[in-house]
């Protein structure tokens, strides 16, 4: 999602820098930006929400967070940025290093939370939400519910909805290969309960047993444990010979 909300941008003409988590899986990130020739920096800043977290890790979270605070703003600043945008609900120091800063901060939401996610807010939902709300020129949501989520708690005058910019590359449509004429699905994403895997096998399920002919396959790292939860689900269905796992793409084209 962040590489083609790049991607848009530079169509705008618009420079972009890019501040990312130091973790693992930010190798692979970088990579793709290194690529763009998009200036970025890894810093160790944190997740201001979990799962049923433990209430001395979030004090250790925002603890963390507080401490990345200054290193972060100084880096904007060196940047010479006019803008700055958070792209998850999960971070809370885009926004508070604007502040710091005096500039303007859009907030880009793609998450309901604990909804989706299963993940609650360190300080609480409400003051969350106040803090994402007071620190922000504009608040954008990636869907009309995802907006609605947020509406009571984020003035409305500030959210408005940004739909995700896609890129699709036309010709890799006629390259897949379809077994007679059944119908091929893909489901993205890690894998995890609350990325509706489980929905998407029962789905081809009822297609199945509807008389058509489809397959599934489901593209994402994660859990092996719940990776095998899920070929088991395919089998107790029956319809394990139509569905497929694939680990982690950089696209989902053949």
């Given amino acids: 999602a962040l590489l083609e909300f790049i991607d848009a941008l530079k169509k705008e003409k618009v420079e972009c820098c890019v501040l990312i988590p130091l973790i693992p899986t930010s190798t692979v990130l970088s990579g793709e930006l290194k690529k763009r020739k998009v200036q970025f920096a890894l810093l160790p800043f944190v997740w ?22 200054l290193p972060l703003a100084i880096k904007i600043k060196a940047w010479r940025s006019e803008v700055v945008c958070t792209n998850t609900i ?43 709300n007071k620190f922000s020129s504009s608040v954008a949501a990636n869907s009309h519910a995802v907006a609605e989520k947020y509406i009571k708690l984020i003035s409305p005058a500030k959210l408005r909805v940004v739909n995700q910019p896609i890129k699709i590359k036309k010709t890799s449509f006629y390259k897949t290969e379809r077994k007679e004429e ?45 990776q095998k939860y899920l070929s088991g689900l395919a089998e107790k269905n029956k319809i394990g010979g139509s569905v497929s796992f694939k680990s982690f793409a950089k696209t989902p084209y053949p």
Avoid: M
């Fill in 90 to 132: 999960t971070v809370p120091l885009g926004a508070l290093g604007a502040k710091i800063l005096g500039l303007p901060h859009v907030w880009f939401i793609h998450e309901f939370g604990k909804e989706d996610h299963g993940f609650t807010f360190d300080l609480g939902e409400k003051l969350s939400l106040w803090l994402v």
């Fill in 182 to 226: 059944s119908i091929k699905c893909a489901i993205i994403g890690r894998l995890q309960a609350e990325k509706g895997q489980e929905d998407a096998i029962r789905a081809i399920g009822a297609l199945i047993g509807q008389g058509i002919k489809a397959e599934l396959e489901i593209i994402g790292d994660g859990s092996l444990q719940y």
């Fill in 48 to 69: 201001w929400a979990g799962k049923k977290t433990p209430i001395l890790q979030r004090i250790a979270r925002t603890f963390i967070n507080l401490l990345v605070l």
